[in-house]
């Protein structure tokens, strides 16, 4: 986390004020999966699916790195059944752009080559992808999910009443 903005700074003072106090922080990746948020970008586009027209998108060259929610909630039960206190990232440590997201969900959906309409193109590439090595070493953890798959299956789950 580089504090070149007030949000990052304010996030690096209290993790700071946390591991001062002997406390421990997770730094958590962006977390996919049934129930999430309809304003995660990848709700967003599964919710256009239905739709005809253009795949309509605010910025599609951001990279997250985007973890499915069982593989964070493992991560999370093993840390908190360790004796480790400090700072741990959970993520996968790989990153992938909107666009890319996109492309694997059209796919899903049975739409490849669909039109993608970026609505408020960033000129600066904005990336997060965090290192895991540590939490692997430190909780013997690695993520299983596979994303193209994961994303897969929330398009199928899109159909059913269960979705959230």
């Not at 998108?57 to 790195?65: A, E, G, K, Q, W």
């Amino acid at each position: 986390v580089y504090g070149k903005d007030i949000y990052n700074q304010g996030k690096l003072t209290c993790e700071k004020i946390v591991l001062d106090s002997g406390g421990s922080v997770v730094r958590l990746t962006n977390i996919f999966g049934a129930g999430m948020s309809k304003k995660s970008v990848i709700s967003e586009i599964i919710e256009q699916l239905p739709n005809s027209g253009p795949i309509l998108i605010r910025n599609d060259l951001s990279v997250r790195d985007y973890i499915h929610v069982s593989d964070a909630t493992e991560a999370l039960a093993l840390f908190s059944m360790s004796d480790y206190s400090g700072l741990i990232n959970v993520g996968t440590g790989v990153g992938t752009s909107v666009r890319g997201l996109i492309e694997v969900l059209v796919a899903a959906a049975g739409q490849s080559g669909r039109e993608i309409t970026v609505t408020a193109p960033h000129l600066r590439l904005s990336t997060n992808i965090v290192d895991i090595s540590k939490t692997t070493e430190i909780i013997n953890w690695y993520p299983q999910k596979d994303l193209g798959q994961e994303l897969k299956n929330l398009v199928c789950a899109k159909e059913k009443p269960s979705y959230e």
